[in-house]
Structure formats: structure tokens, C-alpha cells
């Protein structure tokens, strides 16, 4: 299947330097929080909103039965953003994926707020540069 090119406001100004993934993962979290797919789809629709990233397609989204987490997936022309949960844990895990600059956001505040995260750890990688 060709890719989907009819996203609005689809910017192709992505650079070489500026690839990167983040990896957040949020421990200590209240359970109940972790298990509400809407807080979640808040979650990452404030992280796109925030970092001007656009979103191809629909967003996925499975909540697990019963006790359960939620997988969220978003597609973006930047790359993409995901969260899983696990409520059994206390633990969320967030991965953004994205080829230009962007905004910083703040991962730390929010998570803690949204979550009610204990911690939260938030690693960058640079990905795609040669040795």
C-alpha cells in the first residue's frame, strides 16, 4: 500500500542530525490512572499538540480486559509515538521516534501530574549519525 500523503500540514523539512528517540518510562504511577485509555489519548494528543507533530491516519488504541493497561499508537510524519501501561506495575512507557527538531516538552511535570508518576526517567538517543 502506498503511503497516505494526504495528512494536513505535512512538513518534509527533516534533517540527518536531528534524528532521535526518547524513551520515557514513568514508575510509581496510580494504577486506576494507568488503566484509562482517555487519559492516555489526552496524553498524547497534548504531546503532539505541544511538539507540533502531526499525526497520520487514526491513532490505535487497545485497552486490555479487565485489570489491564492500554497501547496507544500513533503514526506520524516525523515518525511515531506510542505508550504502553501496566497498571500492575505502576509503569507507563512512552517512545517518540522524530526526524526534525521540535519543542522541548516537559515529561517530568506532566507524567507526574497526569500519572501521578513517582519518577520518571527520559533518555534521548541520536539515531542514524555514523561512528
Known sequence: MPPDESAPNVHRVFRRDALTETFVDADGCAPLLLRD???????????????ELHVVGQPQWFKFPGEGGVTGLYLLSESHLSIHTYPEWGLATLNLYCCRPRPDFDWE???????????????????????
Open 109 to 131: 511535570g506532566r507524567l507526574r501530574t497526569l500519572l501521578e508518576a513517582g519518577s520518571v526517567s527520559v533518555r534521548t538517543v541520536s539515531r542514524g549519525l555514523s561512528p
Open 37 to 51: 485509555a482517555e487519559r492516555q489519548r489526552l496524553l498524547l494528543d497534548e504531546i503532539v499538540t505541544t511538539l
